[in-house]
Each structure stands twice: as structure tokens, then as C-alpha cells.
């Protein structure tokens, strides 16, 4: 089975700090996502990679940036964090041409 | 490009009585189709997909869809609802031509909260 994990569920952090998210899959795929859930508007997409150290913006990139120096592991680093930036964080990975894969979720509040 | 509407915020289902949730989406050719189930506080978890052929794909859980292009909809049904159904479902789209490049992402509809009397 694909599994794809991310570093925690849940996390608390204050206005301001530096925040890291780290999502790791164990398939070998190409390709990675973060993606942010917010109730009423669903999936929107903030970086995807589709290798190692090479990264596109999605549709909502403004506040956040990402790190992929392993093939097995994509982060999401929001580098000084904001309350609008209070929301369900999910990463996915895919092998080229097939379906996404996602992990658990990481609900992240910002005080 | 493609996007994907989900016209049912919000639905409410009887145990064992039947379910269909409606997907339609805008694309010029047939595009690649999933449905992904999410339960309260976890990830999205793929019930099925159509690439091609058979316009009629069963999924995991007792889930079947069936791709009509005609409409543009891609439905997704269950004949007989538990209460263990009770999640959100997500349809998604993608582009075969652009897929698995930069450009190939899904688009995902906004959702569809199934929930389940007993």
C-alpha cells in the first residue's frame, strides 16, 4: 500500500513563528503536493514539486514556500505565520499519469 | 481549462436507502475522473477512477460511478447506505494531455457532505 505521512496532526503555533511541514511517501513517486482545506472551499493547491528540488507554484502560493532535496520527502515552511493561515494542510503524492495519494492531514492553528 | 462543479453542498440519506452524488465537469475532450472520500479529520482516500473504457467503474466500498459524456457528469453511486458512509466526498478532474507534467494537476470540486440518518 502507498503511504504517504505527515510529521504531526495537529499543531499549535503563535503569530509569527516559523513553521515546518513535513510530508514523506514511501513509493518512489515523481510527484508532490500541499494542498490547504478550508470549509467552503475545498482543496486549493499551494506548491506542488514533480522532482527533486524543483517546484511550481500552485494556486495560492503567497506566505508559503517549500524544500525537496529527497525524492521521498516535500516540505511546507510558512515563514512567518499568520492566523489566516489557520487551516487543514494535506500533502499527496502521485506517480506520473496516476491517481494522488494523500496523508492524514495536518490541522494547524496559529494564535 | 478544466474545472468541476459538486451542485450538492450537503446531503442526508437514510440508513440502506441508495446514494448518488453528482459530479459534472467542463473539458473538451474526456478528461481524466475520481471520486475521493473523506472522513471527519483524516486525508482523502481514492473510492475510484475513470481514465477510459468501461463507462462504468466500481470502486472500493460498495462505490460505482458511471462517466456519461453526453452530460459531463461523472455520478457517483451506492445502492445501499451505512452509516459508516457519513463523510465528504470530492470529485476531482484532470487533463490526460497535460498529465503528470506541471500542468497536470487535478482540480477538485468543493465537496459534498454525505450525512446518514438511522
Known amino acids: 500500500d502507498v503511504k504517504v505521512t505527515q510529521s504531526s496532526r495537529y499543531l499549535v503555533k503563535r503569530t509569527g513563528e516559523k513553521v515546518f511541514l513535513e510530508c514523506v511517501q514511501d513509493m518512489d513517486h515523481e510527484n508532490m503536493f500541499w494542498y490547504r482545506q478550508d470549509p467552503g472551499l475545498g482543496l486549493r493547491l499551494i506548491y506542488f514539486?514533480?522532482?527533486?528540488?524543483?517546484?511550481e507554484k500552485g494556486d495560492i502560493p503567497e506566505g508559503y514556500s517549500v524544500s525537496r532535496e529527497k525524492k521521498e520527502r516535500f516540505s511546507l515552511i510558512l515563514e512567518s505565520a499568520s492566523t489566516n493561515q489557520t487551516s487543514m494542510y494535506l500533502c499527496?503524492?502521485?506517480?506520473?499519469?496516476?491517481?494522488?495519494?494523500f496523508g492524514p492531514g495536518t490541522r494547524l492553528t496559529v494564535t | 481549462a478544466q474545472s468541476v462543479t459538486q451542485p450538492d453542498i450537503h446531503i442526508t440519506v437514510s440508513e440502506g436507502a441508495s446514494l448518488e452524488l453528482r459530479c459534472n465537469y467542463s473539458?473538451?475532450?474526456?478528461?481524466?475522473l475520481f471520486w475521493y472520500v473523506q472522513s471527519p479529520g483524516q486525508g482523502l482516500q481514492l473510492l475510484l477512477k475513470y481514465f477510459s473504457g468501461d463507462t462504468l467503474v466500481q470502486g472500493i466500498k460498495g462505490f460505482e460511478a458511471e462517466f456519461k459524456r453526453s452530460q459531463s457528469s461523472f455520478n457517483l453511486r451506492k445502492p445501499s447506505v451505512h452509516w459508516s458512509d457519513a463523510a465528504e466526498y470530492f470529485c476531482a478532474v484532470g487533463a490526460p494531455e497535460n498529465y503528470g507534467g506541471s500542468q497536470g494537476n487535478l482540480i477538485f470540486g468543493k465537496g459534498t457532505k454525505l450525512s446518514v440518518k438511522p
Open positions: 473539458y473538451g475532450a474526456t478528461p481524466y
Open positions: 499527496a503524492s502521485r506517480q506520473t499519469a496516476y491517481e494522488q495519494y
Open positions: 514539486s514533480y522532482d527533486v528540488k524543483m517546484k
